[in-house]
């Protein structure tokens, strides 16, 4: 694994120089400065990858015989240099960055782009300054235009998202899950993991987590803010990762636990389980690992049936899927799941039979073989 900053000792993962940290480091700074010149409505994350920062020569003097690529933005690999990569290429993909614009996820009512290019007759009337969008896209096209690629799409969402993007709906796309290591996110006892986390042990446990978990707005914390104001709040409290401070309690009466950012495993496997319900309120979400996590420490999860949450929520024995996206909805869908009597073990059972690794493993395998039978072709 090559990274740009490594933050483990595993001698399998390998780190980009000092030299060109600081300019990928500094190439991003200066990517957000121009991203600042398009004025838009869609309040994701957006990437141009624009400046070379040589990686690909680091990769092409590792002499991989193939190089599955995950998330390369952040100014890690430029747009041009995909190309200049010596060896057969799978992407896996975690959003929808690849075959948008710039942004990495397209804004709701707006698909028309990413499926017809990006052109001035469809960019949003609310969006003005720099169609930066337009020119990260007409880069990808230029760039990749004769380059082959075998796509990992982790959702049938998303897979259905490559299918119907103009710029990568003639590539190959498989749709495999991502797997975690259930040696670690495994069911914990409840009351253990309370008394850990120093957090009570006789109230109804909510858990919302994520990065940036309360200040990012498509992970709909405001919805979930919303939600609990109206919630019956006698014996229910909040707790919530990725964030050590926040108004929630003061804004829904809720009391709620901070945990701040959680930097190892075995601390989020004990949140999970100490939790009677997990709620992630995303408002756009691929196949995110935080209700993977959850459901494989057995505890239920609520989610809007958004992205790739039917893949992780495929009926009620796994929790519940909202299908509105409303507060109001979500604040009954709440008030029922805590009302479920369910064994942690089943759910963590069911959800593993979700994910079979050695399946996944199979599937990888293929598409490697596949990726480097046509590369020599």
């Known amino acids: 694994m090559l990274v740009v900053n490594k933050a483990s000792d595993d001698p399998f993962v390998l780190s980009v120089s000092k030299t060109r940290f600081i300019f990928i480091t500094l190439a991003n700074a200066v990517r957000r400065f121009i991203v600042q010149k398009q004025k838009t409505s869609n309040t994701t994350l957006h990437s141009i990858n624009f400046f070379s920062s040589g990686l690909h020569r680091v990769i092409n003097k590792l002499k991989p015989d193939i190089v599955?690529?995950?998330?390369?933005c952040g100014e890690m690999l430029a747009i041009q240099d995909v190309?200049?990569?010596?060896?057969?290429?799978?992407?896996?993909?975690?959003?929808?960055?690849?075959?948008?614009?710039?942004?990495?996820?397209?804004?709701?009512?707006h698909d028309v782009r990413f499926e017809e290019g990006y052109t001035p007759l469809n960019r949003p009337d609310n969006h003005t300054g720099l169609d930066i969008d337009s020119w990260t896209?007409?880069?990808?096209?230029?760039?990749?235009?004769?380059?082959?690629?075998?796509?990992?799409a982790p959702s049938r969402w998303l897979h259905q998202c490559v299918s119907r993007s103009k710029l990568l709906s003639n590539q190959d796309v498989k749709t495999i899950s991502n797997c975690i290591d259930h040696r670690v996110f495994k069911p914990l006892d409840k009351r253990a993991s309370r008394n850990m986390l120093n957090l009570p042990v006789d109230k109804k446990l909510i858990l919302f987590g994520a990065f940036n978990?309360?200040?990012?707005?498509?992970?709909?914390?405001?919805?979930?803010?919303?939600?609990?104001?109206?919630?019956?709040k006698s014996d229910v409290e909040l707790v919530v990762y990725g964030a050590s401070h926040g108004d929630i309690e003061g804004?829904?009466?809720?009391?709620?636990?901070?945990?701040?950012?959680?930097?190892?495993e075995f601390t989020l496997a004990a949140a999970y389980s100490a939790a009677d319900v997990f709620v992630a309120p995303s408002l756009q979400d691929n196949l995110p690992n935080t209700l993977v996590e959850s459901l494989a420490c057995g505890t239920r999860c609520i989610a809007f049936d958004i992205g790739g949450m039917r893949d992780l929520i495929p009926n009620d024995k796994f929790g519940q899927l909202v299908s509105r996206i409303n507060s109001e909805d979500l604040t009954e869908a709440i008030s029922q799941e805590l009302s479920v009597q369910y064994s942690p073990s089943i759910v963590a059972s069911l959800s593993a039979g979700l994910r079979d690794e050695k399946l996944i493993v199979k599937s990888y395998l293929e598409i490697y073989k596949k990726a480097i039978t046509d590369y020599t072709d």
């Open 68 to 72: 599955n690529l995950h998330w390369i």
């Open 83 to 109: 190309k200049k990569i010596k060896a057969p290429i799978v992407w896996t993909m975690h959003d929808m960055w690849a075959f948008c614009g710039s942004e990495h996820y397209g804004e709701e009512g």
């Open 137 to 152: 896209y007409s880069r990808k096209c230029k760039h990749w235009s004769k380059l082959r690629i075998n796509i990992v």
């Open 213 to 232: 978990s309360t200040s990012d707005p498509r992970k709909g914390v405001h919805v979930l803010r919303d939600a609990l104001k109206s919630l019956v």
């Open 251 to 264: 804004q829904t009466g809720i009391k709620t636990h901070y945990l701040g950012v959680l930097h190892d």
